[in-house]
């Protein structure tokens, strides 16, 4: 296929999602020309007015919408919609039908984003990324003078995709961890080979499930249930009534931040995350700081 390219580099983003509309504000102004696939008009009123005015409605997957979004002469398609898998189609379909140079696909499930790494599909997986942050700032809290770092006591609160995929990591790096989650089905996320911890079936949000998942020795404190509130008050609670030395949270609204770290509370917010890594990705295609042209 002959690729005719404008002189700015064209990205299409696909989905106005948390994620979608993060890489729209910071990549818009940044050298290239976005055309953003909203799923409806609600969402694409979230965009920032200049770009929701341009923005195309509907599925990303028509083959129509695929035309009027110029896949055809893209250098760069995301799809960030909330489908792991019609993110995947999509990307799949950019680089093997419209031959787009950079493609890549949001997948939340760490599962899915590994079977899809392996079809060759740049992927970026929240929960991974997430993971790896928030193991990159415990090692930077307990750094010793000397390698190896000692064993830590790690509280982690919330199973999902977020906290067993952390649970594993720090079990399989050789730490005493502990999992609260409310819903015991969520701790059969727990992999049977490497999480070798302790699992406490009750809602964080009691000091006696704290007390029993052994919150007065432990080192280190991560909430990540899927609400903000309950990670603010769970990271509280452990900093001030048990003195654990560190705390950390998961955060969806990234509005809380300054908030949390004034509290003390070292928080990671996965949208910021994931839009990161998809910066990162058009960074390492386009050499250029922000993935511009
Ligand atoms: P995910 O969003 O997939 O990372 O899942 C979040 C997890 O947090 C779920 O397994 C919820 O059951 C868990 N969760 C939410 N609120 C609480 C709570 N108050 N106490 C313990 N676990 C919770």
Same mark, same amino acid.
């Given at each position: 296929?002959?690729?005719?390219?404008?002189?700015?580099?064209?990205?299409?983003?696909?989905?106005?999602?948390?994620?979608?509309?993060?890489?729209?504000?910071?990549?818009?102004?940044?050298?290239?020309?976005?055309?953003?696939?909203?799923?409806?008009?609600?969402?694409?009123?979230? !965009?920032?007015?200049? !770009?929701?005015?341009?923005? $195309?409605?509907?599925?990303?997957?028509?083959?129509?919408?695929?035309?009027?979004?110029? @896949?055809?002469?893209?250098?760069?398609? !995301?799809?960030?919609?909330?489908?792991?898998?019609?993110? +995947?189609?999509?990307? $799949?379909?950019?680089?093997?039908? %419209?031959?787009?140079?950079?493609?890549?696909?949001?997948?939340?499930?760490?599962?899915?984003?590994? +079977?899809?790494?392996?079809?060759? $599909?740049?992927?970026?997986?929240?929960?991974?990324? =997430?993971?790896?942050?928030? #193991?990159?700032?415990?090692?930077?809290?307990?750094?010793?003078?000397?390698?190896?770092?000692?064993?830590?006591?790690?509280?982690?609160?919330?199973?999902?995709?977020?906290?067993?995929?952390?649970?594993?990591?720090?079990? +399989?790096?050789?730490?005493?961890? #502990?999992?609260?989650?409310?819903?015991?089905?969520?701790?059969?996320?727990?992999?049977?080979?490497? %999480?070798?911890?302790?699992? #406490?079936?009750?809602?964080?949000?009691?000091?006696?499930?704290?007390?029993?998942?052994?919150?007065?020795?432990?080192?280190?404190?991560? +909430? =990540?249930?899927?609400?903000?509130?309950?990670?603010?008050?769970?990271? @509280?609670?452990?900093?001030?009534?048990?003195?654990?030395?560190?705390?950390?949270?998961?955060?969806?609204?990234?509005?809380?931040?300054?908030?949390?770290?004034?509290?003390?509370?070292?928080?990671?917010?996965?949208? $910021?995350?994931? #839009?990161?890594? %998809?910066?990162? @990705? !058009?960074?390492?295609?386009?050499?250029?700081?922000?993935?511009?042209?």
């Amino acid at each position: 296929m002959v690729r005719e390219r404008e002189s700015a580099r064209q990205i299409v983003l696909a989905g106005c999602t948390p994620i979608g509309l993060g890489l729209a504000t910071r990549l818009d102004g940044n050298g290239c020309t976005l055309r953003i696939i909203a799923r409806t008009f609600t969402r694409a009123l979230l !965009l920032p007015a200049a !770009l929701a005015d341009d923005a $195309l409605v509907g599925d990303p997957l028509e083959p129509t919408m695929m035309e009027a979004a110029g @896949l055809d002469t893209a250098d760069a398609l !995301l799809a960030v919609t909330n489908h792991d898998d019609g993110n +995947a189609a999509l990307a $799949l379909a950019g680089a093997r039908l %419209f031959a787009i140079p950079l493609v890549a696909a949001l997948v939340e499930d760490p599962i899915r984003a590994d +079977a899809y790494g392996n079809l060759g $599909l740049a992927v970026v997986c929240t929960e991974v990324l =997430t993971t790896a942050e928030f #193991v990159r700032r415990a090692r930077a809290c307990f750094r010793p003078a000397k390698p190896p770092m000692k064993s830590l006591a790690i509280l982690i609160v919330g199973c999902g995709r977020l906290g067993s995929h952390l649970a594993n990591q720090m079990s +399989a790096d050789g730490h005493a961890v #502990v999992v609260v989650d409310r819903d015991d089905t969520a701790l059969s996320r727990l992999s049977a080979e490497v %999480f070798s911890g302790y699992r #406490v079936v009750g809602d964080a949000a009691e000091p006696a499930v704290l007390r029993r998942a052994r919150i007065e020795g432990a080192d280190l404190v991560i +909430a =990540t249930t899927d609400d903000d509130n309950t990670n603010l008050m769970v990271t @509280l609670v452990a900093r001030r009534v048990f003195a654990v030395p560190h705390v950390m949270a998961r955060v969806y609204d990234p509005q809380r931040e300054p908030m949390y770290r004034e509290l003390g509370i070292d928080c990671v917010c996965p949208t $910021l995350v994931a #839009v990161d890594g %998809f910066c990162a @990705l !058009l960074e390492r295609a386009t050499g250029r700081r922000g993935g511009g042209a």
